[in-house]
């Protein structure tokens, strides 16, 4: 069997689309015809992120073009949020990914 890497893009997109099963969220248009926007809402607040258009896969589960609009925040304003986030439901979020497979990326 052949091991692969994964990028850091690969990565991150796949813990936004872990983030995307648990949350409210949408896929969004976005100005830059290369990229998506996901959108996400939590208990902390909106957060989104720009997905390039061939990691899109990772989001196939969402519904698309709900006209919502997209927060506008610092990076280190989303990640303090994401910080709170864990805080706030951290242990959930532990337990549901034991008990569950979320097929990241179209594997199942």
């Keep these: 069997m052949t091991s692969r890497y994964y990028t850091t893009e ?24 290369e990229y998506v926007t996901v959108v996400v809402d939590t208990p902390v607040g909106m957060l989104s992120w720009y997905v390039p258009m061939e990691h899109k896969h990772y989001f196939k589960h969402l519904p698309e073009n709900m006209n919502r609009g997209t ?10 949020l994401l910080i709170k986030l864990a805080k706030k439901v951290g242990g959930i979020v532990v337990a549901l990914g034991m008990l569950s497979s979320f097929g990241f990326g179209g594997d199942k």
Excluded: G
């Excluded at 506008?72 to 989303?78: A, G, N, Q």
């Design 10 to 33: 690969e990565e991150r997109n796949s813990f936004i689309a872990f983030i995307t099963w648990i949350f409210p969220s949408s896929l969004e248009s976005s100005q830059e015809k």
């Design 71 to 80: 927060p506008v925040w610092t990076d280190e304003e989303k990640y303090d």
